[in-house]
């Protein structure tokens, strides 16, 4: 692929090169943010490289099969466009960065690692500047595979759009309650384990149910419960919240992770864990993009006045606001994992054959 197509001359870029990833995306894609999205390295890979980064990391860095790349052409000082590290850089690399994790917000992005390379481009030659390995975002035992489209990713643009539009008119959001269930999210997709992921997603969840002391669990299921599916299934609902919250109390007070779930038998035990563990998951993330992508339903978690105030909303109001959010119902129990942790072929649900298979360019 020529250079001059993804890269501009005199030019600082940051591409984020993430290795064997399951994509069906149209070549050369052009997001509504400008950034490019390929499937090809977007400048060549000398031999140097080797020499600089190792074999192993550069056989790694050879076989990424996604790039996103963010470009500026303007934003420093005359004569310093070789310069790194400098505001620009670093801008460029955060909106790569972000991106990508609002795009595991999206669906189970799964990877092997992930590459974020900057630099600048002068007189049509490619200079990188910084290379790193980011952060790595894990998936939960079970999960079911999944393929980033063109629609996921103009998905987490749109989140990330607004987050940043909630950061430029909250200057302290981290510091405020939905800043903080943010964060807590990011660090739970984060985590191997699922007994951390789980207790991740929870915190997650409290954070935008604001629970009156004495009363988090009563509240966390009352809450999350209309969140959680219609209300034909609040029954199941509120069961399976029940289960999660009991587990995550065990595992913040280091006590086995299945503890509260004698109700199933000793060898389903783990695999229900896991299934709450999935359902958190789904439910903690699918109301995070609600609420940065509803900005009507999004104002009412931006302070703890607003939230406790919503909350004391009748709940045939809360419904209607939230609308359809997702139904945690809706995951099964998963019995047979493949090597890689997802579920075995056996366990995919009908049409997930035709979901994954890749479609004609």
């Not at 219609?230 to 995550?248: D, F, G, H, W």
């Not at 779930?261 to 896991?274: F, I, K, M, N």
């Not at 009507?296 to 109001?317: C, M, R, T, V, Y």
């Amino acid at each position: 692929m020529p250079e001059a197509f993804t890269l501009e001359p005199d030019c600082k870029f940051a591409v984020l090169a993430i290795q064997n990833v399951r994509v069906d995306i149209p070549p050369s894609l052009l997001l509504q943010d400008g950034t490019k999205v390929v499937e090809n390295f977007p400048f060549i890979l000398d031999d140097h490289w080797k020499g600089w980064l190792g074999t192993t990391q550069f056989n790694s860095l050879q076989s990424c099969n996604l790039f996103l790349v963010r470009t500026a052409t303007e934003g420093w000082q005359e004569e310093q466009l070789h310069v790194s590290g400098d505001a620009t850089s670093l801008t460029l690399q955060r909106e790569a960065g972000s991106l990508f994790a609002m795009l595991r917000l999206v669906g189970t992005v799964e990877y092997e690692n992930a590459y974020m390379l900057a630099g600048f481009v002068e007189n049509g030659e490619s200079t990188c500047r910084h290379f790193g390995q980011t952060e790595r975002f894990n998936i939960t035992r079970g999960c079911l595979p999944w393929i980033i489209r063109e629609a996921d990713l103009r998905t987490a643009v749109g989140l990330y759009q607004a987050y940043f539009n909630l950061q430029q008119m909250l200057p302290d959001m981290q510091s405020l309650r939905f800043g903080r269930g943010c964060q807590a999210l990011k660090t739970a997709l984060e985590q191997y384990y699922a007994s951390d992921r789980l207790h991740g997603f929870v915190r997650a969840l409290e954070a935008i149910i604001l629970p009156a002391p004495g009363k988090t669990e009563k509240q966390f299921i009352s809450r999350c419960a209309l969140f959680a599916g219609p209300k034909t299934s609040e029954t199941n609902i509120r069961a399976v919240l029940q289960e999660a919250y009991r587990m995550r109390c065990d595992i913040e007070h280091i006590h086995d992770w299945d503890r509260s779930l004698q109700v199933h038998s000793a060898d389903d035990r783990e695999h229900v864990a896991l299934w709450r563990t999935r359902q958190m998951e789904e439910l903690a993330c699918a109301i995070y993009r609600k609420l940065l992508l509803d900005t009507n339903l999004g104002s009412h978690f931006q302070s703890d006045s607003a939230i406790d105030a919503f909350w004391k909303k009748p709940e045939d109001e809360i419904r209607a606001a939230i609308g359809s959010i997702c139904d945690v119902t809706n995951l099964k129990i998963v019995r047979n994992c493949d090597p890689f942790g997802r579920a075995s072929a056996s366990e995919w649900p009908a049409g997930w054959v035709d979901y994954l298979r890749r479609k004609a360019k």
